[in-house]
């Protein structure tokens, strides 16, 4: 079996040998419902792999769920399996910095699908369209239809800098995914997915029952992979890595947990590994820094750096937050926290039931050690090893709550 790293198409998966970590009883879960649903998790965690599932899965496309959990959990319902429509929206991919790159993307989706399904009567604007498109699958096939919609919020996370094409994208979606809540008694099932909840966006404030399921208990393990998945799924390659790196297995999985696990979406239950991550080290049997490969977003440093925040709060356990601040962002406050937890930076660490309050750290070794490297170009842009400006000493600093460490290693003066 091969390791599926990159893979995003759940098909492929499935019909080209790749190990495929079965999280489809989740699924049939979710479709017994007919609210629409809202998840956040940060990038390379598995979100569009998951909808490529739900969209086999509302294609009835019964073949690829062989053996799988959903396949015995369906047995005997004659509800299942039916093939509905599917307006599947990936927004991954486009240049969001444009004028119309997010109307050219809507438009390139409704151009194929209309001639799926033809339409009665032109529309004019996107929105129209969409309604138009949603009808004509119902006359068509006679069911309702499904909506999947893949990062949403990367065409606002990519001018999140610029807030007049922030504005007019959200004008834009506020004018398209309307018709979610207008047309619902044409709509079976709705699901998006994202790295964060614009709540000022008019996708979430028109879809007034929009179930946002980033926090639930039942569903905290259904993107990533838990300890238990990785020992059953990948013993094979991780005994291969323990002998390329001269460990023992449990040495093996100890520096794997070390790197790699600890993410919670819910407090008090086990985590999980970044997916991405985990599956490149087992790939390349080593234990790099593979979350990093795309650069952290200027955006965030610059947040960090204008409100000279104070990097001892990433592992003194003093950095708290509400559910509000962790479910929702505006993309105008001026609070680096809300993003760092949905981005994947930080994690939950801890919660105080009586005040409802999270404490917040980094996840794992991956991501600490990687997001101050990130820091270093920003904050000491002549740093390096000689100057006593490198990640390992701020790392020695920050541990140790030396603050004038930290401030020495911020503040190197540029060398000539």
């Known amino acids: 079996m091969k390791l599926p790293v990159g893979i995003q198409s759940f098909e492929k998966i499935r019909t080209q040998d790749f190990i495929y970590v079965d999280k489809t009883a989740y699924i049939y879960q979710l479709v017994r419902d007919s609210v629409p649903y809202f998840l956040s998790r940060p990038r390379r965690f598995g979100k569009s792999l998951l909808l490529s599932t739900m969209k086999a899965y509302w294609e009835g496309r019964k073949e690829l769920f062989s053996g799988l959990d959903i396949e015995r959990l369906e047995e005997g319902n004659a509800e299942a399996w039916k093939p509905h429509p599917v307006f599947y929206f990936d927004f991954n991919g486009s240049n969001y910095q444009i004028e119309s790159g997010l109307s050219d993307i809507l438009d390139e989706h ?9 339409v009665s009567e032109v529309g004019q604007s996107l ?16 069911l309702r239809s499904v909506v999947l919609v893949d990062e949403y ?11 007049r094409m922030r504005e007019h994208n959200k004008e834009i979606f506020k004018g398209f995914f309307s ?20 709540h000022k966006v008019s996708i979430f404030s028109d879809l007034n029952q929009l179930n946002d399921i980033s926090l639930d208990e039942d569903y905290a393990l259904m993107c990533g992979i838990t300890e238990e998945e ?5 013993e094979e390659e991780i005994e ?13 999985l100890a520096v794997l947990k070390q790197k790699y696990d600890g993410y919670h979406f819910y407090p008090g239950i086990k985590g999980v590994y970044n997916p991405y991550s985990v599956l490149k080290a087992l790939l390349s049997k080593d234990f790099g820094s593979y979350w990093f490969e795309t650069g952290t977003p200027a955006f965030l440093l610059k947040k960090l750096k ?8 990433f592992t003194d356990m003093t950095l708290y937050a509400s559910e509000g601040m962790l479910k929702d962002y505006t993309g105008e406050g001026e609070d680096p926290v809300p993003l760092l937890y949905q981005t994947g930076y930080l994690t939950i660490a801890d919660y105080d039931d009586t005040g409802r309050e999270y404490t917040l750290s980094f996840p794992n070794e991956e991501v600490k050690y990687g997001f101050y490297e990130s820091l270093l170009p920003a904050y000491a842009p002549a740093g390096t090893g000689g100057t006593g400006a490198d990640i390992f000493t701020l ?10 460490g930290i401030r020495n290693v911020l503040t190197v003066p540029t060398l000539r």
């Open 127 to 142: 929105g129209e369209r969409f309604r138009n498109l949603i009808i004509a699958a119902q006359k068509k096939t006679g």
């Open 230 to 234: 990785l020992k059953t799924y990948f």
């Open 240 to 252: 291969n890595v323990s002998k390329r790196r001269s460990l023992t297995v449990e040495e093996c």
């Open 395 to 404: 790392d020695e600093y920050v541990e140790n709550g030396n603050t004038e």
């Open 153 to 163: 919020d990367k065409p606002l996370l990519d001018v999140i800098d610029n807030e």
């Open 110 to 118: 409704l151009r194929r699908w209309e001639k799926e399904y033809p």
């Open 306 to 313: 204008d409100r000279d925040f104070d990097l001892r709060k």
């Open 179 to 198: 018709t979610l809540k207008s047309f619902d008694e044409y709509i079976q099932f709705v699901f998006i997915t994202g790295v964060s909840k614009f």
